[in-house]
């Protein structure tokens, strides 16, 4: 019999076992009103099981990859995520809703809705990738009339749903005005610096966040609670022709009347939900779905209004009182006037308790790692199953609450100025008496099932020494067994990548800019810019004082760029102010040398750049930007 390597994915332990079984005893199983609710409508399933693959070959998404959820949970899953990743698994294909109402459910993230028109097509968002999105609406051409996409609606500001609109329509098409794209009011804005200051470090996040390394499995990635997994294919873009500013709007889109009703702030800065009123159908985008939802999301963002979006979902209630289907962008439609107020009296009301209850205990001066560990939702709407904490957390939102009006500082004089993460390490390792004291009461910890609290100790001595081998394996021991207990799907995806990172070090790969090309080439040219002052490495330019011109010949663009005090700044009204060097180059070949695909240098010397002036500047002020590496390390310093 061979011995398990330490580096290979562990079983559940007692203590998992039993915290997995309290599971099954304290929830709902017995109501399987989802599971009726997943197949309702079906016209046919995925094209090749959601199989996507580029035209390299390179894989981009599989739902079938998903089916092994089903049955009775593993004891490596939480049964109540096991639950939501077997509806996922099982509710993939073409599905009508009404007539002339169809979605297409598990291709992506994300589902995309289709609308029939008089002449063609209306696509509410358009999933994540061009690729899958082209293979969505094959999918709906083999079983529906064969007419052209008409209009386009985006939701809101997410990539995973406007990323696949080039695989539903062309910019030709766009452009000439055979399609409209229609939007929330800031939406190019706020899609378009979602990812950009700290794209980077989002990215790498989202890694963790959506289990991007893991295998699908018991012991793996198993959903990300709000859909199954990301599709790695093309991401696009599309600049909206017709953009909502009014809070409540009507439109009749190719012959389909459509309300859009606004609702900024909430899971996107920039979001609408849209009513059909014919149909009496509810496109609820993403702030009403069946899982409580992110308040702050783990990979990183600016932290959302859970007031506010309790109040747009009662609002949606009270201008569309006769709603008969709901659909969100994820998961599975509702049908039913009486269920569906359900639902989202209860969401809101879910939001609007975290939000009051977080700040009343937040005035009696408890901390938010202690408000999340007391606050309860009562059953009433906390055991309603899209109330569950599969991709938001009662946990983590209540943290955003508090953060979203009181900041990172819990009042606590310690916490204020506190030792980095190496050095607290060093300083707790020589505290309980070196690493192999430390490494005992972590493994007591791990052997009692207070997995919380080995995380907690072995950690420091990861950080303190991150060469110790046995520390590195507890921990992942550790992070493992938090995983497999977890009921949110981006709690179980960072936990298991921690552990396997922990366990096979990442080998130095390539790093791409995380703004794609399709994005870049609607970007203003200040967030670009800004970005490169993100990158400026400040203590290194703190004494340099220099200035560059860069003249877009194509857009008439004319902007000043300074390095002074460690800092950039630049400048579009100072088209007469003097500079040290000016480079004239069209936006095209900018774009370029912002992806990284190309360099100044490199584009002066082929000639697509020219300089005027002291090319020694641009020397310097490139070798004050740093390329920012994507696979930074997280579990270890």
Do not use: C
């Amino acid at each position: 019999m061979t011995t398990p390597s330490e580096l290979d994915p562990k079983p559940a332990t007692e203590a998992t076992r039993l915290a997995n079984a309290q599971v099954l005893r304290d929830l709902p199983f017995d109501d399987t009103f989802d599971f009726e609710l997943i197949s309702r409508g079906l016209v046919a399933p995925l094209i090749d099981g959601g199989l996507v693959k580029g035209d390299r070959g390179q894989f981009i998404f599989s739902y079938d990859a998903y089916g092994f959820a089903d049955g009775e949970a593993p004891d490596t899953v939480n049964p109540s995520l096991w639950r939501q990743a077997t509806l996922m698994g099982k509710g993939g294909g073409l599905f009508k809703l009404a007539d002339r109402l169809y979605q297409v459910i598990g291709q992506d993230l994300s589902n995309t809705t289709i609308i029939e028109g008089d002449t063609g097509l209306i696509i509410g968002d358009t999933l994540m990738s061009a690729e899958t999105a082209a293979l969505a609406l094959e999918l709906y051409y083999q079983h529906r009339p064969k007419v052209p996409v008409k209009a386009i609606i985006f939701t809101h500001s997410h990539g995973d749903h406007f990323g696949g609109v080039k695989g539903f329509v062309t910019d030709e098409e766009i452009e000439s005005g055979a399609v409209k794209v229609y939007a929330p009011d800031s939406f190019t804005e706020e899609a378009i610096s979602e990812n950009v200051l700290a794209g980077t470090a989002m990215t790498r996040r989202g890694m963790y966040m959506y289990g991007s390394f893991l295998r699908p499995g018991p012991q793996g990635q198993v959903s990300g609670g709000l859909g199954l997994s990301t599709s790695h294919g093309t991401s696009t873009f599309a600049v909206p022709t017709d953009v909502i500013t009014e809070p409540v709007h009507e439109e009749v889109i190719d012959g389909v009347r459509v309300t859009f009703m606004l609702a900024p702030g909430t899971e996107a800065p920039s979001e609408m939900l849209f009513y059909l009123p014919d149909f009496k159908a509810l496109g609820s985008a993403e702030d009403v779905t069946h899982t409580m939802h992110n308040l702050y999301t783990l990979r990183g963002a600016k932290t959302r209004d859970a007031k506010a979006w309790s109040h747009y979902v009662r609002l949606a209630m009270e201008l569309f009182p006769d709603v008969e289907i709901i659909f969100a962008q994820h998961h599975w439609p509702t049908w039913g006037n009486d269920k569906i107020l359900k639902l989202m009296s209860d969401q809101a009301d879910l939001y609007k308790y975290l939000h009051d209850q977080t700040l009343r205990l937040a005035n009696k001066g408890l901390t938010p790692v202690e408000i999340a560990d007391q606050i309860e939702v009562p059953d009433a709407i906390g055991k309603q199953w899209y109330n569950r904490g599969y991709y938001g957390s009662l946990s983590h939102n209540v943290k955003a609450i508090y953060t979203f009006y009181l900041g990172w500082f819990d009042g606590v004089p310690a916490h204020l100025n506190p030792h980095p993460p190496v050095e607290n390490g060093k300083r707790y390792v020589e505290a309980v008496g070196g690493p192999d004291a430390l490494l005992t009461k972590g493994k007591q910890a791990f052997d009692d099932g207070d997995y919380r609290w080995a995380a907690e100790l072995v950690n420091h001595l990861v950080f303190a020494d991150p060469s110790n081998q046995k520390a590195r394996e507890l921990l992942a021991d550790t992070y493992e067994q938090l995983g497999y207990q977890a009921e949110n799907g981006t709690w179980r995806n960072f936990y298991l990548v921690g552990a396997m990172e922990l366990r096979h070090p990442l080998a130095p790969m390539p790093s791409n800019n995380p703004t794609g090309p399709a994005v870049v080439a609607v970007m203003p040219l200040e967030q670009m810019l800004d970005f490169w002052a993100v990158r400026l490495d400040g203590p290194k330019a703190a004494d340099v004082d220099l200035s560059l011109r860069f003249v877009l010949s194509d857009t008439a663009d004319n902007v000043l760029v300074t390095v002074r005090n460690g800092v950039l700044n630049y400048d579009t009204d100072k088209a007469d102010a003097s500079a040290a060097l000016t480079l004239t180059l069209t936006r095209a070949v900018f774009n370029e040398v912002y992806l990284g695909t190309t360099s100044l240098t490199e584009s002066i010397k082929a000639g697509t750049a020219k300089a005027v002036g002291d090319q020694s500047e641009l020397e310097t002020f490139i070798s004050l930007l740093e390329d920012f590496d994507l696979w930074f390390d997280i579990v270890t310093p």
